[in-house]
């Protein structure tokens, strides 16, 4: 009796709940693409004969990397306006999401700046490429491949990590949670359901993964 | 010392009156050059000129590979002065790899691009450098391949390759920004003994249509069939230079004799 009470009320949340994945996907997706491009600039400055550059970067990752997201995103949302920069909820969960992912992507490209062998750089540079065609031409597109892998990893992080948007008012997959849980007392079947959201997400990722990194292998 | 026309086995290179500019095509003076604590250069002079083909040899750590690297600047030098066309080689930026175009280079572990296709390895200089069309380049690219007799792998990547086929796609990457100069830096060193001599032979047809060249290597035949003047290197200074028939029929250099007995005992 209870139950299926319970159960009809929660059918009739399923529209909200199909909204909540749709912000989900927003945060998360758009969060990584700043997250992906930040991070190769980041890790570009990392490697870079300029000093100036090189500290930036550092600075960055070390800031980025060892702060709370939670933190991230209540100050992006609550402490940014008060010196006069106000971003909308969704915008301070794309931001804070992308700038804390960044630290992440800089330190995978970096190790993937690292794999290219030094020898293509001086045979790059020996047919009269500039600093950032070797770059662009021969150093990201081979550091990129090798690291698909954590790159997958970093993308599945950005999902489930996307969750702490509900905490700043978001009505993602765990806000939308946390709504009807006040409707509905039924906690098992809605968190439960949350997570098995998240967890179909994060295995789709997991084989797109795997999919682009069989593709792209390069032979060595 | 003996220019290029005075050797008789190799087709007349051009001189410079025909390209009508006057002077060596590389002149360095009094080059020193040291890795931290070591003295890898010591007040090195060459000059080498147009169409001419200077064969680097000695023993290991003799400083060969570093004064190679450091005609297009691969290496920077302490001191001295190194000159390309009559001018000094600029420091950095534009400038710089403008000069590197000019000058092909060849590794010694070939360092083709691993994500490109031997086409696309060759290509990539002229498309981005010299801003030629994608299919003028590849028609070019592809004639440059025919020349070093991989046409067939155009299409494939360079872990695919032997060791010896990547050396001369290697060479023909080199070839296709139309150097005024070509590098060999061992270019048969990291290979299998029955590949060496096909890439030889494409540095020896190189050598024949008059391509200047310096070349690093330990292969005392190409030497011999190819170089218009020896230079021995023995602890970072250039001990003796001369025609291969003077150098390897009489060395005046103990050093050079030693080396020699050593590599030719065999």
Redesign the interface.
Known sequence: MLARAAGSSLAAHTGDFLHGILVTLEISSVGFLLALIAGTLLAIFRVSPLLPLRGFGTAYVEVFRNTPLLVLLLLMFFGLPEVGVTFGLLSSAILGLGFYEAAFVCEAVRSGINTV?P??V?????????HW?VLL??VL??AL?AVVQPLGNLAIAAVLNSSLAAAIGNTDITGTANHVFADVVEPIPIYVGAGLTYLALSLVIGQLTGVLERRLV??? | MAGPLDVGARAAAPSAAVSGRAGPLVSIRAVNKSFGALHVLRDVDLTIERGEVVVVIGPSGSGKSTLCRCL?R?ETIDSGEITFEGSPLPQE??AL?????????V?Q?F?????KTILENVT??PV??RKMTRTDAVDKARALLERVGILDKADR?P??LSGGQQQRA?IA??LA?DPALMLFDEPTSALDPEMISEVLDVMVSLANDGMTMLVVTHEMGFARRAADRVAFMDGGRILQIAPPSEFFAAPSNDRAREFLSKVLSH
């Open positions: 062998p020898g293509q001086e045979a790059a540079r020996a047919i009269g490429l500039r065609q031409e021969v597109p081979q491949r390069i032979v060595r | 297009n691969l930026g534009r790899a403008s000069l590197r175009a000019e000058i092909g280079m590794f572990a360092n083709l691009f691993g994500h990539l200089g981005k450098v990547y872990a695919e290697a990457r080199a920004m």
